[in-house]
């Protein structure tokens, strides 16, 4: 019974770690498998203005070593009008090799723009031998 009870408890939890928390959903998650490497892409904040937002990267190939990929420079959000800006950090990095993974963390998009902005993207570049590759997400506004 006691066995039962904490896999009950416990199943819930890694789910809860496995994903990047509540705003993790497999319905927001984007993957593109060009090339060698397969990216995924899953929001892990709330994606409206005025908020800060997280992106859990993952990374995953059979053939190339990933370990020289820098996150900072590799992945960019992109607004519409084609403003990129940088993450303030890398969390939770792990992985080396042909399979890593990490949370980047983005400032929130603020300015008189917020009105007309309707999207974020984020951009993947050079990863797999492909230049770009572009995961976008409604962006609510208002907050």
Do not use: C, Y
């Amino acid at each position: 019974m006691r066995s039962l009870i904490r896999v009950i408890v416990a199943v819930p939890i890694m789910a809860l770690t496995i994903t990047g928390g509540v705003w993790a959903q497999s319905g927001l998650t984007r993957q593109d498998r060009q090339g060698p490497v397969t990216v995924v892409v899953t929001p892990a904040s709330p994606l409206a203005t005025g908020t800060p937002l997280k992106f859990k990267m993952a990374l995953d190939t059979h053939s190339v070593n990933l370990d020289g990929i820098a996150w900072e420079q590799a992945i960019v959000p992109r607004l519409p009008g084609g403003r990129e800006f940088s993450p303030d950090a890398v969390e939770q990095a792990k992985g080396s090799g042909h399979h890593r993974e990490a949370v980047l963390a983005f400032p929130a998009v603020t300015g008189r723009a917020e009105s007309i902005l309707v999207e974020v993207s984020i951009v993947v570049k050079n990863v797999g031998g492909v230049g770009e590759r572009i995961f976008t997400w409604p962006l609510a506004t208002g907050q």
